[in-house]
RNA sequence: GCCGCCGUAGCUCAGCGGGUAGAGCGCCGGCCUUGUAAGCCGGAGGUCGCGGGUUCGAAACCCGCCGGCGGCUCCA
């Protein structure tokens, strides 16, 4: 592929290795094959913005003696320098100065050089850089890359390539606050965000990108669809559903439903509240606490349920189970709410009610594999209805130095995440492992999905659970006579019906698909005033709507407004209703889509359909609506 | 929760070294025979997020709360 964007570096290919080699050294490599890396591309941005995090130590170091280094990262879109300023404030001169000093460093041929961890360490003590020593002292690698300038020294703990850049353009976005290594119990740093490009060109084109990331921004199509809101005196993270808004959920919801029918799922609904009893036996009481809305009535405390999981063990519980009839597969629209910190919440991705697609499956461990595979099978199937392919899996797994923060022995464990993986690695999903991130009750397959700004969110979930069984005593008898334990799969596939509606909003820029999609037509007779058009347009909105076609009539004001109104809606279909239509009954709907354009920026795609009649109308749209939900809506 | 920024009409925003509110869109009414992305004219609409303070006087300054955005942390 052809780019304009600057290159940062070239890689060098010799035999089966790969070395980066820096611009100025391209000479040296005459007959070898190189191939540009730019900024554009992740490596690209990763080695440009390490480089200018080099220069912004660097000129910080210039600036002021007496600041410490507390190290510099970045995101897709900015860099932030981390520094302690002891009692200081960062002023504006600072700040003018720190890019004019940086700028003037990046135009200059600095040295990357190789240090060995011990003697790095003895530089940064004579240097009094005691957060990066701290840093560099925990790393475990042996060697490290720097760049000196001025006494100064900056440790690059990234792939380090040497720049130079005549052109870079620094930008200062704002500044914030960070605890030491996100300890909230540690001091704070002052981190500065800085945008960075290494030309105006790539600045620009970044600025294009931006109109494009705030096009998508899901808090905005929410109005513009008019889909939801929130008030303060409801509470921040929870959602009012303006009837078009509702008109999705409801479809997501009529959609899974039919889904988990077919796939062997079995219904079941259940309070939003329960007697602490409840949780105390499920241990959320004693481990998920300060997530819980907990109150008291009747000299008994009472909670609004976090998860679902323990009702549905309940009515699992209800009867005696033979091996036979596992697994059995209890699904519901479980709405739970959350306490989640005031700062963590974000629009429709980050709420305190949500309501999940939520399943508890209760199996013989001998099922588990093949459940898992089922399960996965599912989401792709379900996901794919949605038009999502991009999503990735991670396998969350338990802090093996915090065993506190979990229920169940280690063996139990142990088996549950050796049985996550297998089944992960059977089905040939690439994923990653984290630890740390397991449930209190269980490892588990995390769903990621990205928003609009790159950034991941878990939506899916698969999780594997030995432990509640034992807590709720659960158990089926088996072929010899004998009661045994179940295990528990806890699941939800888009996870919740607000943050994948979020990301789906992002994704889509707001134009879901015709099955989805809260009004499906827009009729709008061409004379406002023609009462032979009005009413036809009518009668047909009505036929539509008869039809479970989710139809509206735009009859007031110029036909050239109603259909710009119709379009900044994102209704997928328009049709135009005039003389010539009503003599031939002749219908011809202008089908606006989702689609992208080279760059990846929102580009609906249109195309013209032509039907026979208000029954060709409704027919064409059952098929289309068949065909992308694979014959689950029709 | 912590740090920074922000909160003016339904929406987007202007006004803010203190003298008590403005625009565009939308909404309502009227006019125009109106064929695929904004016809024209007029009108209504605001306890300037909430509470307190400073002041003769606060949308503007100070404090607290609520809500939003961006980070940290956490998560479906």
Same mark, same amino acid.
């Given at each position: 592929?052809?780019?304009?964007?600057?290159?940062?570096?070239?890689?060098?290919?010799?035999?089966?290795?790969?070395?980066?080699?820096?611009?100025?050294?391209?000479?040296?490599?005459?007959?070898?094959?190189?191939?540009?890396?730019?900024?554009?591309?992740?490596?690209?941005?990763?080695?440009?913005?390490?480089?200018?995090?080099?220069?912004?130590?660097?000129?910080?170091?210039? &600036?002021?003696?007496?600041?410490?280094?507390?190290?510099?990262?970045?995101?897709?879109?900015?860099?932030?320098?981390?520094?302690?300023?002891?009692?200081?404030?960062?002023?504006?001169?600072?700040?003018?100065?720190?890019?004019?000093?940086?700028?003037?460093?990046?135009?200059?041929?600095?040295?990357?050089?190789?240090?060995?961890?011990?003697?790095?360490?003895?530089?940064?003590?004579?240097?009094?850089?005691?957060?990066?020593?701290?840093?560099?002292?925990?790393?475990?690698?042996?060697?490290?890359?720097?760049?000196?300038?001025?006494?100064?020294?900056?440790?690059?703990?990234?792939?380090?390539?040497?720049?130079?850049?005549?052109?870079?353009?620094?930008?200062?976005?704002?500044?914030?606050?960070?605890?030491?290594?996100?300890?909230?119990?540690?001091?704070?740093?002052?981190?500065?965000?800085?945008?960075?490009?290494?030309?105006?060109?790539?600045?620009?084109?970044?600025?294009?990108?931006?109109?494009?990331?705030?096009?998508?921004?899901?808090?905005?199509?929410?109005?513009?669809?008019?889909?939801?809101?929130?008030?303060?005196?409801?509470?921040?993270?929870?959602?009012?559903?303006?009837?078009?808004?509702?008109?999705?959920?409801?479809?997501?919801?009529?959609?899974?439903?039919?889904?988990?029918?077919?796939?062997?799922?079995?219904?079941?609904?259940?309070?939003?509240?329960?007697?602490?009893?409840?949780?105390?036996?499920?241990?959320?009481?004693?481990?998920?606490?300060?997530?819980?809305?907990?109150?008291?009535?009747?000299?008994?405390?009472?909670?609004?349920?976090?998860?679902?999981?323990?009702?549905?063990?309940?009515?699992?519980?209800?009867?005696?189970?033979?091996?036979?009839?596992?697994?059995?597969?209890?699904?519901?629209?479980?709405?739970?709410?959350?306490?989640?910190?005031?700062?963590?919440?974000?629009?429709?991705?980050?709420?305190?009610?949500?309501?999940?697609?939520?399943?508890?499956?209760?199996?013989?461990?001998?099922?588990?594999?093949?459940?898992?595979?089922?399960?996965?099978?599912?989401?792709?199937?379900?996901?794919?209805?949605?038009?999502?392919?991009?999503?990735?899996?991670?396998?969350?797994?338990?802090?093996?130095?915090?065993?506190?923060?979990?229920?169940?022995?280690?063996?139990?464990?142990?088996?549950?995440?050796?049985?996550?993986?297998?089944?992960? &690695?059977?089905?040939?999903?690439?994923?990653?492992?984290?630890?740390?991130?397991?449930?209190?009750?269980?490892?588990?397959?995390?769903?990621?999905?990205?928003?609009?700004?790159?950034?991941?969110?878990?939506?899916?979930?698969?999780?594997?659970?030995?432990?509640?069984?034992?807590?709720?005593?659960?158990?089926?008898?088996?072929?010899?006579?004998?009661?045994?334990?179940?295990?528990?799969?806890?699941?939800?596939?888009?996870?919740?019906?607000?943050?994948?509606?979020? &990301?789906?909003?992002?994704?889509?820029?707001?134009?879901?698909?015709?099955?989805?999609?809260?009004?499906?037509?827009?009729?709008?007779?061409?004379?406002?005033?023609?009462?032979?058009?009005?009413?036809?347009?009518?009668?047909?909105?009505?036929?539509?709507?008869?039809?479970?076609?989710?139809?509206?009539?735009?009859?007031?004001?110029?036909?050239?407004?109603?259909?710009?109104?119709?379009?900044?809606?994102?209704?997928?279909?328009?049709?135009? &209703?005039?003389?010539?239509?009503?003599?031939?009954?002749?219908?011809?709907?202008?089908?606006?889509?989702?689609?992208?354009?080279?760059?990846?920026?929102?580009?609906?795609?249109?195309?013209?359909?032509?039907?026979?009649?208000?029954?060709?109308?409704?027919?064409?749209?059952?098929?289309?609506?068949?065909?992308?939900?694979?014959?689950?809506?029709?």
């Amino acid at each position: 592929m052809v780019s304009n964007s600057d290159v940062i570096a070239y890689i060098a290919k010799k035999d089966e290795h790969e070395e980066l080699i820096p611009r100025t050294k391209v000479k040296e490599y005459g007959n070898t094959a190189l191939q540009p890396v730019f900024f554009d591309d992740e490596l690209g941005k990763r080695l440009f913005y390490s480089w200018v995090c080099r220069a912004l130590e660097l000129g910080v170091k210039r &600036i002021s003696k007496s600041y410490l280094l507390g190290g510099c990262s970045w995101t897709l879109n900015e860099i932030r320098l981390d520094i302690y300023t002891f009692n200081d404030s960062i002023n504006d001169r600072f700040i003018k100065n720190l890019l004019e000093e940086t700028t003037r460093l990046l135009s200059q041929q600095l040295r990357a050089e190789k240090v060995e961890k011990n003697d790095l360490l003895q530089i940064l003590k004579e240097k009094s850089e005691v957060l990066i020593y701290e840093v560099v002292k925990d790393n475990d690698s042996r060697e490290f890359m720097i760049v000196k300038d001025d006494g100064n020294v900056s440790v690059c703990l990234d792939t380090c390539v040497e720049q130079s850049y005549d052109e870079a353009v620094l930008e200062y976005v704002n500044q914030s606050m960070v605890h030491w290594r996100g300890d909230e119990k540690s001091f704070l740093l002052t981190r500065l965000h800085i945008r960075a490009f290494p030309s105006k060109k790539a600045k620009d084109s970044q600025a294009e990108l931006e109109r494009e990331y705030s096009l998508r921004d899901h808090v905005i199509l929410g109005r513009e669809l008019d889909l939801f809101l929130t008030d303060p005196s409801v509470g921040a993270g929870l959602i009012l559903w303006a009837p078009n808004g509702a008109i999705v959920r409801k479809l997501m919801e009529e959609f899974e439903y039919k889904l988990h029918l077919r796939h062997g799922y079995q219904p079941v609904v259940t309070p939003h509240l329960a007697t602490s009893e409840l949780f105390e036996t499920s241990g959320h009481l004693s481990y998920y606490r300060e997530n819980m809305y907990v109150f008291d009535h009747d000299g008994k405390t009472h909670v609004v349920k976090p998860m679902n999981c323990p009702f549905h063990i309940l009515i699992f519980k209800r009867k005696k189970w033979s091996y036979k009839e596992l697994p059995v597969r209890y699904f519901e629209f479980g709405t739970v709410y959350r306490y989640e910190r005031a700062g963590t919440l974000h629009g429709l991705t980050r709420v305190r009610g949500l309501t999940q697609d939520d399943s508890h499956i209760f199996l013989r461990p001998d099922q588990i594999q093949e459940e898992i595979g089922r399960l996965l099978d599912l989401l792709r199937l379900m996901y794919s209805s949605y038009g999502i392919n991009n999503y990735s899996f991670k396998l969350s797994l338990r802090d093996p130095n915090n065993q506190s923060k979990y229920i169940g022995s280690a063996e139990l464990w142990e088996k549950a995440e050796k049985a996550l993986e297998e089944a992960l &690695i059977n089905h040939g999903i690439p994923f990653k492992k984290e630890y740390g991130e397991a449930a209190f009750y269980g490892p588990k397959i995390d769903i990621y999905l990205k928003d609009s700004l790159g950034d991941r969110k878990c939506c899916g979930t698969i999780q594997l659970d030995f432990n509640l069984p034992e807590r709720f005593n659960i158990t089926y008898v088996d072929q010899d006579n004998k009661e045994k334990r179940v295990v528990i799969i806890h699941r939800a596939l888009i996870g919740s019906i607000e943050r994948f509606l979020g &990301i789906l909003l992002e994704y889509y820029a707001g134009r879901l698909p015709l099955w989805l999609a809260p009004v499906q037509v827009a009729l709008l007779p061409v004379d406002e005033h023609s009462e032979e058009q009005r009413s036809y347009t009518l009668r047909m909105r009505e036929e539509l709507i008869n039809n479970g076609i989710r139809a509206e009539a735009m009859m007031e004001g110029r036909l050239q407004a109603r259909v710009r109104e119709a379009r900044k809606l994102r209704i997928p279909l328009i049709v135009v &209703i005039g003389e010539k239509e009503l003599r031939t009954e002749e219908f011809e709907a202008q089908w606006i889509k989702y689609g992208v354009d080279e760059k990846g920026r929102y580009k609906p795609v249109e195309e013209k359909i032509t039907v026979r009649g208000i029954r060709g109308l409704v027919e064409w749209i059952k098929e289309e609506v068949g065909r992308e939900t694979h014959g689950i809506i029709k």
